[in-house]
DNA sequence: CTGCCTGCAAATAATTTGCAAAGTA
DNA sequence: TACTTTGCAAATTATTTGCAGGCAG
C-alpha cells in the first residue's frame, strides 16, 4: 500500500511520476534504510533511463514530503528510510544494525526539557541503533 | 589549561608536536565546535607550513582520544568540538546555534532503556541545538 | 499547453591517501 | 636511532548543478 505514500506528494502538489511511484514501492519492498546509489542501482533494471541526480533530487523531496526519514550514520553520507508515521508528531527512528529495518521512536522526554545547562533548546535530533525482533 | 587534554594524547602514547598543542589551544581559545578547514586557516599565521590533512588527521586522532567530539550536522560535514566532560561517562553534546558554544547534557535517560518496538537498543547518539547563557 | 521532471555531462568540494622528509622521544 | 608525524600533490568519491528535451496534469 502506497497510497499513503502518493497521497503526500498529491498533498504537496508534486506530480506522480512513474519513477517516483517506483522509488516508493522500492522502499516499502526493500524495507530498509537506503542510499541514494542503492536505490538508483536498484531501479536501473526496471527503467532503461534513470539518473542518479534524480535520484537524489527525488529523495531529498521525499524526506520534504515526510515520505522519508533522513538517516544519520557515523559515515556521514546520506540514508533515507520510509517514515511510517501518519501524522507529523514528533518522532525519531531506530535503525537494525543488521538488516536495516527502519522502526520508531515517539517516547521522547527532551520535548519536555526546556533548557540543558542554561542552554535554551530550540531543537535535537536522535538517532538509535539497535537489532530488530526478526534479526535477534 | 591544557594539559588535561595533553595528557590524553601522553596516555595513548603520541607524540605532543607543536602543532598538536597548537590545535588544542585554539580550540580552547575559540571555545566553539570548529571544521577542519577552520582550524587550518587559524594556525596556518602560526606556521610557515601547515598541511590541511595534517589537520584533518589530527582531529580524528583526538577525536579518538577523547580530547574531541564529533559534532553532527544537518550539512552532514565534519566538526569537532573540546570535550570537557573528564572521565568517560555517557553524554551528549548541546552547540549554541548562534556563536556554536559547545556544551553537555548528562542526563540522558535512553540507556536504561534496553528495548523500543522490539529492537534491542545497541547504541545511540543525540545531538541537541540550543541557545547559550551568554547569546540570550 | 505549461510548467514540472528527468537524463546527461560536467562541476563542486570535502575528505583521504601515498610517500618522502622532518621531528619527537 | 626508530618510529611518528607532517607537507605536498594527487586521488577519490559523494553530491550538486545547468540545460535541453520529455512528460504529467
Redesign the interface.
Known sequence: MNELYLNKLRENNFKLTPKRKAIIDFFLKKDRYLTPETVWRGLKKKFIQLGLPSIYRNLELFSKCGILAKI?RPD???YYGLCHSKKNNHHHH?I??KCGKV???SDC??LKKK???????????????????KC?
Do not use: A, P, V, W
Not at 533548557?115 to 525482533?133: A, D, P, R, V, Y
Open positions: 544519520q556521514r553520507k546520506l531506530i537494525c544494525i522502526g520508531e521512536f522526554d527532551l533548557t540543558i545547562n542554561g542552554f535554551k533548546i530550540t531543537n535535537h535530533s536522535l538517532q538509535i541503533e539497535g537489532i530488530c525482533l535477534r
